[in-house]
């Protein structure tokens, strides 16, 4: 790889670009072996560096990514779509130019990069950026920062601790990234050894459990996701992957692309609802792909890579194994059971209140700041673009499973008296309005709500990264001062704390979905969007903001309001717990004033890319 | 019914039958005396499929050696010549019908194989069959089996000494660590 | 006219087998179950060399396997045999019940 | 600068709108700052530095002058405003044809649609599909904007103008929390001062309710609704140390989400319906617009009315969600008088009336019953009051119902008449209860007044004013208006005999309005001092706190003046809103319009309506001066807590609590318990156990089957046995 660098045809700069942003952490990390032991304020600024170096790097991306987008886009419409942008096609165009007689030279500057890693199993390193992964991981990046302010006060095992955050930072970035099905799952369970030490290790009374429990269950879920795969990966894809011409595509072929592999579950899909007659042929001009433009009302949806012959590819897939109702049925259940577990979906959420309750504040704001995230990113990258015909035969039931557990989570939170486990029954409520979201699979001229919806779960994804994180840290600082979390003993905060009162009445209300907030603009399209769905899945959800409402107010007045000699002489915040606060707070209000100009303006050309793809073949 | 025919009967009815024999006599003795007779039957068959030499071997090792060795064992090991070791109501019915359905499995499998035309042409001699062994193929190009032939003797006097190694009678040494007796 | 073909050798063996397995099963003696050991090589052995008659292509490796089958049996029983007696010098019975030290 | 409201004078609005975020910001920013440099206090350097200079009154002083100035500003706007489109738009067309409401063209200037009047919020992209049947489903962008009318007018400037009174009256009422310590009185318990936070709660509130009112959609009207809300919660939560002020905010709070279930259904249909939040988009597309093929369906239409209706319920504190109002009043009285008696419980009336072709005559029907039922259950609770702001709050429900009663049953201009005649003399009211509260020494009791007009003069004259206006007393303010609501109420009994019920209930509740205003008055004001320390230590207010008093006395007294003056129908304002004319097809499916015909029935009749309302007024008045003002003796042998069904306000509380909040409470430790419980041991009686035991299952199965791994030989070969003939029997099934 090394040597591509010096190659001026081989150079990319989206391969350094990419991997820098993934492996930064790691390379903190390594370097914050060769520290001293007792240098332990080196250490924690170190790794600050590290993680401010990785917003930095994301930050740029994010710049970087508008110019991408801004490269295509069409001054008449306002819009900044445009189908040559979407990840997908960056990922087929790279596919097509590496697969030519006479490699082209890599395009630089696409926010894509792929790379053979095993050509033997075609295993590829391939890494994009979309709108979608992008926001997720500036989350990532912020909360990460974040929680390495959170945790100053750590002082057992310093040195192993920051560094297991460090590498669970790039695990997640590196899974937001990965395009590649192995590489994925590869950084998929990277994240899971930190988080086990990390629980395990510095967490409270019953870590050993709490952490045995997370990776049990998170396990379970990578199995099924595992199974999934391989299920892929047995695919035959030779007409769907680009070949040289002349190749006669005699031998089976078999992939680990995810995009490849998106392209065949939407071609099984036109198959089983039988209108095999509208898989079309890539093509191609001028050594580029053609895109799919938005207003291309053509019948036929291009999935077969160019040069593919068309009757025998419909033959053969339609002989295939995998384009049968039954596999569909299951690989979309194992995808989703996979990903379900990481949300959590209720009945699957066991693993959470525990793993919070026990886990250090900052670990606390990670886990529901970020990895929850991956389950809905799983879903969304994954889940549905696979198994597209048995997403949409049945996501009525996945958005049953969603809005169950928007009222469970809320009931169960409302029976709580642990601060930490009632915030952390908040998410699997708050986490179910995503599930929603994405499921609400409208059909036809309908699909424009579908949008709204998948836009909705994205922003409840960042919204709750943001509100949920945060307070967790609310919890963590009250925790320091009082040491005990139990409800019916706190009281009165607000007379000794006012800034801290001030800024968690903000991130209180913006997870109760105030309007002017963050958690309202997820939250609110998620309705709408289901609404237009299923009355019957609308209502569950709108019901619950008020029970929402209710237990977090409840909670508040136990916490903040009337008076208490116990918490009476508490210090307001310091310095450096107002600047992870106070951050968290008019990020709260920020994205709640402006969500179009600061996150949809940049996001929504993927999500409607995505959408767009996944509705062409519904039909 | 050719006298062929007959024959097979015969041998194959008197096999079955001892065999049944070994496994329904609880003593240990009288198993291994309807033993005898199941591998004479069977040397029988081995004659009777044309294989002189293979029947020879199966008289001279089985019946001459083994048989020895299982009747000596038997006795060295039990109190008396007739001592019995009954088997459970349980055992039985596990047992027995384990190998039943495995019987009934295998008759299936046997009688849907497709039956080979009877060659005439009769089975090797002991000549060809010893060249063989010796590494001289048949016919030029066909395998031959010296290596697993000095395999298996050597294996043999692995086991030969092996088995006068095992069996040699030594004192047990005086326990110093009674608790290592009872692990 | 009756003409007994390779599927009665296959019987017969299948029924020398499902003994040597009842033995394995049921007996509870030692020796008897080195016995059941026999009885199942034996129906082996008969395979063998039924093939060798009657699959021309096995005439003589049916042979060559039966033979090296004899010999291990042989081998077998012996070692078998020297083990009991030691076990029989240790335990004091052939009973393969009181065999449990492999028992984790 | 001015080219740029010249040319669009609604960006006026949104001016005025914006304005006060920049005390608000202020506020919040020094507040911020002195609260976190507290600590270095006594500490040398910058932050110490910093906290002296923030922690001084004259800094809270200058933000809450500066938050004045700016009210006084918007007032400013808010007046040129409204007679800027007086005078361009609607004076010259008082004489002619009543004005087709929400025609456009008439006021195209103020809400430019097209370019400029709106802003993208949310820009979603289109998707394409390939058979796009539903061209008119093209989901392009949620936006922001504004929709100026005659009414948003009045209300903006009526807000703005009851807003710098209460924000001039609070400098006075809440002095005591510029101290750096000051004493809580109901708990005697120490805290700091926060005269800061509670004039920044006042602008965010104010500005949320200027874009409540000048919304152009249901979204915004919706985001403005829950953040005038959480104003709310945090003004009635002000003095949180006191628990009952804790569950009222939180009562407030909830029964405002409640109502907003109904309204984000409401949206949600607007959305998934019509693909627009646009309230006169929406507008077009009813049947009685001229809509040739509504997208509605009746039944989704109607849904919709009442979704909106419901959140109207929760925010103006109709039946059944009427139970927050009165605990409200645990905040403080200048924040009792603007959120919750002028505008913020009037809003619900305003987007009911802003809304008002959205309503199906089944919704409208709904919106009168419910109306009618809220004004009789405040009229009647209010009778028994004992705490002055209590009475007042009960008021404020049965004037609220009487607005509502109005508009359901066809009384458009009639109700946001009284809307805006209430705000003015409900607002006087409450400052001077709240001039009360601040002589007595924060005592709120009735029982302990008495006598106080020698003590406090201006207070007790200009709230007899404010009696007399609610009361209906000729000529002044409430006369009119509620002439006009009693007019409405009798015309539609008329028309419809069957629901001749909302004609009487207002006439009887006009009397028992007399009784409970008079009530409150005497016993504070008239008679002889009950408590003879209370009395002692009584004082007038400052002039801050008087003046305000006086000018919303005139108000109360001019707001509905027209000419002739005796003439209830004359009044200025009411025939401006009036003008605009609503077709009746609207309520009835009749083309004959009994409605029409019933109104110039009863015009021939209307100085006897008049007569008898004034009758039932007056009869209430001597009922209340006999008792209280006779028999004052009396009084005292009933000097108990209110009790009974009146006492209980109708025992909704009660019930509340025993079917909704104790069930919910109860369900969610029960699921609590379902979920997880911290000693699952033996037999799991969880789910969190259920999934523990599956676990568990796997490892008993392990040690289960390390059982069989005994050593003996035999089970050995019965499972190699089994397993063969498992094998060989899968392989006979197989290939059968």
Redo the contacts between chains.
């Keep these: 790889m090394l040597d591509s660098l010096l190659d001026s045809t081989e150079r990319e700069t989206d391969l350094v670009w990419l991997s820098v942003l993934t492996f930064l952490p790691i390379l903190c990390a390594a370097g914050l072996m060769v520290i001293p032991g007792r240098f332990k304020e080196w250490m924690r600024w170190w790794s600050l560096l590290g993680a401010c170096a990785t917003l930095t790097v994301a930050a740029c991306t994010l710049i970087d990514y508008h110019r991408l987008l801004d490269s295509h886009s069409d001054r008449t419409t306002r819009s900044l779509y445009h189908p040559a942008n979407r990840l997908d096609h960056r990922a087929d165009q790279a596919a097509y130019d590496a697969a030519q007689a006479v490699p082209k030279p890599f395009s630089s500057f696409n926010m894509f990069t792929r790379r053979a890693w095993n050509e033997r199993f075609d295993i590829n390193y391939s890494l994009g950026v979309d709108g979608v992964s992008l926001a997720l991981i500036l989350l990532t990046a912020l909360v990460t920062l974040c929680a390495l302010v959170a945790s100053w006060k750590i002082d057992q095992q310093l040195r192993g601790y920051l560094a297991m955050i460090l590498i669970l930072e790039s695990g997640v970035i590196g899974a937001f990234l990965a395009v590649d099905l192995f590489l994925f799952y590869v950084f998929y369970e990277l994240m899971l050894f930190p988080m086990y030490f990390l629980i395990g290790i510095w967490g409270g009374g019953r870590r050993k459990y709490a952490a045995v429990k997370f990776v049990i269950y998170t396990l379970f879920g990578s199995v099924c996701l595992l199974a999934a795969i391989i299920t892929l990966y047995s695919v035959d894809v030779r007409d769907f992957v680009p070949k040289p011409a002349g190749d006669l595509r005699t031998e089976e072929v078999h992939t680990f692309d995810s995009v490849t592999l998106s392209r065949v579950g939407r071609a099984v899909m036109l198959v089983l609802s039988g209108q095999e007659e509208r898989i079309g042929v890539q093509t191609v001009a001028h050594g580029q792909l053609v895109p799919t433009m938005p207003d291309d009302t053509n019948a036929t949806v291009p999935l077969l890579a160019p040069g593919a012959d068309r009757e025998a590819a419909i033959a053969r897939l339609k002989a295939a194994t995998i384009c049968t109702p039954t596999f569909q049925y299951i690989l979309f259940a194992l995808l989703f059971v996979g990903f379900a577990v990481k949300v959590p979906i209720f009945p699957l959420h066991s693993w959470l209140p525990d793993a919070h309750v026990e886990a250090p504040t900052p670990v606390s704001m990670i886990l529901a700041g970020v990895l929850l995230k991956l389950g809905g990113y799983g879903l969304f990258r994954f889940a549905f673009p696979l198994a597209p015909w048995a997403a949409s035969e049945l996501c009525w039931y996945v958005g049953l499973i969603g809005a169950i557990s928007i009222v469970y989570g809320a009931i169960v939170a409302m029976g709580q008296t642990d601060f930490k486990k009632l915030l952390a029954y908040s998410s699997v409520s708050h986490m179910g309005y995503v599930v929603l979201g994405l499921a609400t699979w409208s059909a036809g001229a309908r699909a424009e709500y579908w949008e709204m919806g998948v836009d909705g779960a994205i922003f409840q994804m960042l919204a709750h990264g943001i509100t949920a994180s945060a307070l967790f840290f609310v919890v963590g600082m009250v925790y320091e001062r009082a040491h005990h979390r139990d409800l019916n003993r706190l009281g009165g905060l607000m007379e000794p704390m006012p800034a801290f009162g001030g800024a968690s009445a903000i991130l209180f209300f913006a997870s109760l979905g105030l309007p002017g907030l963050c958690g309202f603009v997820g939250e609110f399209l998620v309705i709408l969007s289901a609404w237009n769905f299923s009355y019957a899945l609308a209502i569950p959800a709108i019901l619950t903001t008020v029970l929402t409402a209710a237990y977090l107010l409840w909670t508040w007045q136990r916490v903040y309001f009337g008076t208490n000699p116990d918490t009476a002489q508490f210090a307001e915040m310091t310095p450096r717990e107002s600047s992870v606060l106070l951050t968290f707070a008019a990020l709260a209000v920020a994205l709640g004033v402006l969500p179009g100009f600061l996150i949809f303006q940049w996001m929504e050309p993927s999500i409607q890319g995505w959408v767009d793809a996944l509705v062409r073949v519904r039909g | 019914m050719t006298f062929h025919d007959a024959l097979f009967l015969i041998l194959a009815t008197a096999s079955a039958v001892s065999a049944l024999g070994v496994v329904v006599s609880s003593s240990i003795i009288r198993s291994a005396i309807w033993l005898l007779f199941m591998l004479m039957g069977v040397s029988g068959l081995y004659f009777f499929l044309g294989a002189e030499f293979l029947g020879a071997a199966q008289l001279i090792v089985y019946v001459g050696g083994t048989m020895v060795l299982v009747v000596f064992g038997g006795m060295l090991t039990t109190r008396g010549p007739f001592d019995h070791v009954p088997v459970g109501l349980v055992g039985w019915v596990l047992g027995g019908g384990l190998s039943l359905a495995l019987f009934a499995l295998l008759v299936q499998a046997s009688l849907s194989f497709v039956s080979h035309p009877r060659t005439d042409t009769a089975l090797p001699g002991t000549g060809p069959l010893g060249l063989t062994l010796l590494g001289v193929p048949e016919t030029p190009g066909q395998t031959a089996y010296l290596l697993p032939f000095e395999i298996v003797s050597i294996h043999l006097l692995v086991v030969l000494i092996a088995a006068a190694y095992l069996a040699r009678a030594k004192r047990r040494p005086t326990s110093t660590h009674p608790e290592a007796d009872h692990g | 006219m009756v003409e007994f073909g390779f599927p009665a050798f296959l019987v017969l063996s299948a029924f020398l087998f499902a003994c040597g397995l009842t033995c394995l099963a049921t007996k509870r003696n030692a020796i008897g179950i080195l016995m059941g050991v026999e009885l199942i090589l034996n129906a082996a052995n008969l395979n063998f060399v039924a093939a060798a008659r009657f699959v021309p292509t096995f005439r003589l490796e049916g042979q060559v396997f039966a033979v090296l089958v004899i010999v291990l049996a042989a081998a077998e029983a012996a070692v078998a045999l020297a083990i009991f007696l030691n076990f029989y010098n240790n335990h004091a019975t052939v009973n393969v019940e009181n065999a449990t030290d492999l028992k984790g | 600068m001015l080219e740029f409201f010249a040319e669009h004078p609604g960006r006026l609005y949104v001016a005025a709108t914006l304005l006060p975020l920049v005390p608000a910001v202020l506020i919040?920013l020094i507040?911020?700052v002195r609260?976190?440099t507290?600590?270095y206090a006594d500490v040398p350097g910058i932050a110490g530095w910093l906290y002296a200079r923030l922690n001084h009154p004259r800094v809270e002083l200058a933000g809450a002058w500066l938050s004045i100035g700016v009210m006084g500003l918007v007032s400013f706007i808010a007046v040129y405003g409204f007679t800027t489109l007086l005078y361009e738009h609607y004076l010259p067309r008082l004489s002619g044809e009543p004005i087709a409401p929400w025609n456009l063209d008439d006021t195209r200037l103020w809400n430019v649609n097209a370019d400029g009047g709106q802003i993208?919020?949310?820009?979603?992209?289109?998707?394409?599909?390939?058979?796009?049947?539903?061209d008119i489903?093209?989901?392009h962008?949620?936006h922001l904007g504004y929709w100026i009318e005659i009414d948003t007018t009045v209300m903006f400037a009526m807000v703005a103008v009851v807003g710098t009174m209460i924000y001039v009256f609070s400098l006075g009422y809440m002095r005591n929390e510029l101290k750096s310590t000051t004493i809580d009185e109901t708990?005697q318990?120490a805290?700091?001062g926060?005269f800061g936070r509670f004039y920044l709660y006042l602008n965010l509130f104010v500005i949320a309710m200027f874009n409540l009112i000048i919304a152009d959609n249901l979204?915004q009207v919706?985001?403005?609704?829950?953040?005038v809300g959480?104003c709310s919660?945090?003004l009635i939560?002000y003095y949180?140390?006191r628990?009952e002020?804790?569950?009222a905010?939180?009562k407030a709070?909830?029964a405002n989400?409640?109502g907003?279930?109904g309204f984000?259904?409401a949206?949600?249909?607007s959305?998934?319906t019509c693909n627009t939040f646009m309230i006169g988009a929406l507008g077009a597309e009813m049947p009685w617009h001229g809509a040739l093929e509504p997208l509605f369906s009746p039944t989704m239409r109607t849904l919709l009315g009442l979704g909106l209706f419901l959140g109207c319920v929760g925010k103006s504190a109709q039946f059944p969600l009427q139970v927050w109002l009165p605990d409200a009043m645990a905040g403080p009285t200048p924040v009792s008088a603007l959120i919750h008696a002028a505008t913020m419980v009037a809003a619900g009336v305003y987007l009911v009336a802003r809304c008002y072709p959205l309503f199906t005559p089944d919704a409208l029907l709904v919106i009168a019953y419910t109306g009618c039922i809220t004004l009789l259950i405040g009229g009647t609770v209010a009778c028994v009051q004992t705490d002055i702001k209590k009475v007042l709050a009960y008021s404020t429900v049965s004037q609220l119902g009487y607005m509502m009663l109005a508009l359901g049953v066809g009384g458009w201009a009639a109700g946001v008449f009284h809307l805006l005649t209430h705000a003015f003399f409900k607002a006087l009211l409450f400052l001077g209860a709240g001039s009360v509260i601040h002589g007595l020494h924060h005592e709120q009791d009735l029982r302990k007044m008495g006598g106080l007009r020698r003590k406090m003069p201006v207070t007790a004259w200009t709230m007899f004013i404010g009696v007399l206006a609610i009361s209906g007393f000729p000529l002044l303010s409430g006369w009119y208006s509620k002439e006009a609501i009693l007019t409405a109420a009798a015309t539609f009994g008329v028309a419809a005999p069957s629901h001749v019920v909302l004609a009487v209930v207002p006439f009887l509740v006009a009397g028992l309005t007399a009784f409970y205003m008079f009530r409150l008055w005497f016993l504070t004001f008239a008679g002889e001092p009950r408590d003879r320390h209370v009395y002692d230590h009584a004082h007038e207010s400052p002039l801050v706190m008087t003046i305000p008093l006086i000018i919303l006395a005139m108000f109360s007294i001019a707001v509905g003046w027209g000419w002739p003056a005796w003439e209830p129908e004359a009044s200025f304002l009411y025939e401006l809103l009036n003008h605009q004319h609503w077709p009746s097809s609207h309520f009835w499916d009749d083309p004959q319009d009994p409605l029409l015909n019933a109104a110039t029935l009863l015009h021939e009749y209307h100085l006897l309506l008049e007569l008898i309302a004034g009758a039932i007024g007056l009869f209430g008045f001597a009922v209340a001066y006999w008792r209280y003002v006779l028999r004052t003796p009396r009084f005292h042998a009933t000097n108990t807590e209110p009790r009974g069904f009146l006492g209980q306000a109708w025992y909704f509380d009660a019930v509340y609590d025993a079917c909704l909040r104790k069930p919910?409470?109860n369900?969610?430790?029960?699921?609590?318990?379902f979920?997880?419980q911290s000693s699952d041991h033996g037999a799991p009686r969880s789910?969190?156990g259920l999934?523990?035991g599956i676990?568990q299952l796997a490892a008993n199965t392990g040690r289960g089957l390390?059982g069989i791994?005994?050593?003996?030989?035999?089970g050995y070969?019965?499972i190699l046995?089994?397993t063969?003939?498992g094998l060989?029997?899968m392989?006979?099934v197989l290939t059968r």
């Design positions: 919040l507040g911020t609260n976190l507290r600590p993208d919020w949310i820009r979603f992209g289109s998707t394409p599909v390939p058979d796009a049947e539903l489903i093209k989901a962008s949620i708990l318990h805290r700091r926060r979204l919706f985001i403005s609704w829950e953040l959480v919660y945090f939560s949180y140390e628990r002020a804790g569950w905010a939180n709070f909830i989400r409640i907003d279930v984000l259904i949206i949600a249909i959305w998934s919910t409470q369900l969610a430790v029960f699921t609590a318990a979920d997880k789910l969190d999934l523990n676990g390390r791994q005994n050593g003996q030989v035999r070969v019965t046995g089994l063969v003939v060989l029997g392989l006979a």
